[in-house]
């Protein structure tokens, strides 16, 4: 049975990853912080397929080390590197504990895991790593500063291990929707923000559908939807400047 491990499983993307899998028979490795989430997600699936849940927070040292170790041995055959935190709001005010939350998420637990699981993979010859990020990593964003950062981190990373992976049999895909309807969207603050005002929002089953489709054509960068594929290409004939004043307005505080 093909094994597979989905970070933030419980909620977001994550979920319908999950679902997506979870009915096609594979053995789920779902890993998530909400422990009663992945409880729910293990009676759910388990009549149609093995579960093994890791309830680890990602932020925290001792447990992301701890999980590693517990799947030093494990060759998945896909890895789902999902799991995420965001921010929205002006850096100097934001919390110094969730900006620190916010880089091991979406940056230092993303590598640790993407090098452990690919060490098996090329020990085996073969296996799928989708690392999620966001077309927000192509630009800077003024009020998601830290968040645009680490997204940018995650393609220049993914990039780099397809060109080095290049030779064997083993894809790295890099997702890069634009803002999706998730509770990501609360989590993150972004009800304050006009950004899902101004930019096509796309649903998770669509996104994850296209990650997917990515992933089996070897894409190395595949960014979701029409629309932010247009921005992205458009973004390099703009000087830095005007793309970071472009990127303030489309996500200003929300006129109350």
Known sequence: MKKVLITGATSGLGLEFTRYYGERGYCLHLLGRNNDKLLELKEKYSPLCE?????????IDEQLNHFLNQIENETYEIVINNAGLGD??????????K???????NVLALTKIAHVT???MVK???GYLLNVASMAGFMSGPNMAVYYATKSYVIHLSEALTAELKNENIVVSCLCPGPVDTQFYTRSNLDNSTLFKNLWVADAPTVVMEGIFGLQKRKPI?????Q???IVFASRFVSR???VRMTQYIQEYRKK
């Open 228 to 230: 932010n594929q247009v």
């Open 118 to 120: 690919l060490q098996n």
């Open 88 to 97: 929205f709001g002006p850096f100097v005010k934001s919390e110094l504990n």
């Open 222 to 226: 595949n960014i979701v939807g029409f």
């Open 51 to 59: 579960v093994k849940l890791w309830k680890v927070d990602l932020s």
């Open 124 to 126: 085996v010859n073969k």
């Open 241 to 243: 400047k005007a793309l």
């Open 99 to 105: 900006v620190e939350e916010m880089v091991k998420v």
